[in-house]
């Protein structure tokens, strides 16, 4: 094995969550807890009234982590769910770590959703195009600032998946790595919403090309999904998103979550 690839997989071994994580997704738009088609927000699909009781149920369901988006912050720039978010950071109160993006353009707004007891916040316009506002992001609050990539075939799309940019997703991935992102969460936005599987061989790609961790997000289906996830771990492949898939029926949260702990590697079973 090269030792420039020997070396990225023990960076990667540093920097991965203890387990594969299966992260349930509560996307909020105007109080609720819905899902997109591929990011219109005219298509959206009401689950839940209570964003804090879903909350609840998937904690209750062994989730070890909760992915937030305000989707009217996405769409207009700026936070438009702070009370619900609140009320879901607070229901699960220090059992799991919450981490929430839409919306988040400066500072202030990041201090102020860390004090609320978000543990990561996810930035993802802001930092396509004020890549200086994430530079400072990251050396202000080390640890708690990770990107979101949506991309399709390669390229990234921003503002609510509304433009499409010519920029590489991997050349960012890179670029941000260096700023000292805590991971990359990496969208494919033909396949989010759609429920046609992950995208495996850009996740593998855009991985292969990072040290930091990457969160799968979009298309997650069935468990046969979390199978070929997990045979990715090793890639540096630590977690994936999952919203219309459970919210539906055709995934099986608790039981997804499950056999992801078993599938980890030996070493880390049982912890």
Known sequence: ???GRLVSLLEKTVNRLPIMLIIPAIDLKDGHC???KQGEMDDATVFSDDPEAMARHWLAQGAKR???VDLNGAFDGKPRNEEAIKSVVEAVGE???VQLGGGIRDLDTIERYLDDGVSYIVVGTAAVKTPGFLHDA???FPGHVIVGLDARDGK???EGWSKMTGHDVIDLAQKFQD???EAIIYTDIGRDGMMTGLNIEATVELARALTVPVIASGGITSIKDIEKLCAIEEE???GAITGRAIYEGTLDFEAAQKLALELSEPSEKGS
């Open 34 to 36: 819905v899902r997109l």
């Open 66 to 68: 909760l992915h937030l």
């Open 156 to 158: 990234v799309a921003v």
């Open 236 to 238: 540096g492949v630590v």
């Open 95 to 97: 059992d799991v770590p």
């Open 179 to 181: 700023y000292g992102v």
């Open 138 to 140: 990251c050396y202000a």
């Open 1 to 3: 094995m090269p030792l």
